[in-house]
T-cell receptor
Framework: GIQVEQSPPDLILQEGANSTLRCNFS?????LQWFHQNPWGQLINLFY???GTKQNGRLSATTVATERYSLLYISSSQTTDSGVYFC???????????FGTGTRLTIIP | DGGITQSPKYLFRKEGQNVTLSCEQN?????MYWYRQDPGQGLRLIYY???????QKGDIAEGYSVSREKKESFPLTVTSAQKNPTAFYLC?????????????FGEGSRLTVL
């Protein structure tokens, strides 16, 4: 399977700031997803984005498959954005999504 | 509403006991998965099933067992053979059996061994 690395591991920002979270993977992927784990532990789907760019409100994501990375942008952060953000990828010929270890985002009022 | 239901949300167990975690989905998804999450860690795959009456071991299957008798249900049994069972367990499903589809998660079950 592939290796998935996320950076930074921790990020503390003031409310209203913008942030960029990065996910690097060791091989080409045909499945790439971003999730937000809320304080109660539930994983919320943010984006299914094996390539290209998508936007949903204050969040957007870009995956550059040829360069093996994906970025998650959060604009005008709110305290409810706090939590852990995971990316997960799957490459051709593999059957299992591999998760990164996450970025813990803390938004301070 | 369609979704994935896990129960119980919290479970305490004595050492040496088997416990079964329930996962039910009404999304008509073919594929279902069980993941384990330890504090500060990512998710690790325990078992997955792409079709009824068939399932495959994931990366950390030792000490666990599953069944897939119905499309909607994929229960996980944590056996006494699992050395460190205290963890957060997440069930997921996907419409795609080729693993290229989007994964959706339940709310999780937190197991504590006393």
């Amino acid at each position: 399977g592939i290796q998935v690395e996320q950076s930074p591991p921790d990020l503390i920002l003031q409310e209203g700031a913008n942030s960029t979270l990065r996910c690097n993977f060791s091989d080409s992927v045909n499945n790439l997803q971003w999730f937000h784990q809320n304080p109660w532990g539930q994983l919320i789907n943010l984006f299914y984005i094996p390539s290209g760019t998508k936007q949903n409100g204050r969040l957007s994501a870009t995956t550059v498959a040829t360069e093996r990375y994906s970025l998650l942008y959060i604009s005008s952060s709110q305290t409810t954005d706090s939590g852990v953000y995971f990316c997960a990828g799957l490459n051709f010929g593999n059957e299992k999504l591999t998760f990164g270890t996450g970025t813990r985002l803390t938004i301070i009022p | 509403d369609g979704g994935i239901t896990q129960s119980p949300k919290y479970l305490f167990r004595k050492e040496g006991q088997n416990v079964t975690l329930s996962c039910e989905q009404n999304l008509n998804h073919d594929a279902m998965y069980w993941y384990r999450q330890d504090p500060g860690q990512g998710l690790r795959l325990i078992y997955y099933s792409q079709i009824v009456n068939d399932f495959q071991k994931g990366d950390i299957a030792e000490g666990y067992s599953v069944s897939r008798e119905k499309k909607e249900s994929f229960p996980l049994t944590v056996t006494s053979a699992q050395k460190n069972p205290t963890a957060f367990y997440l069930c997921a499903s996907s419409i795609e059996t080729s693993n290229t589809g989007e994964l959706f998660f339940g709310e999780g079950s937190r197991l504590t061994v006393l």
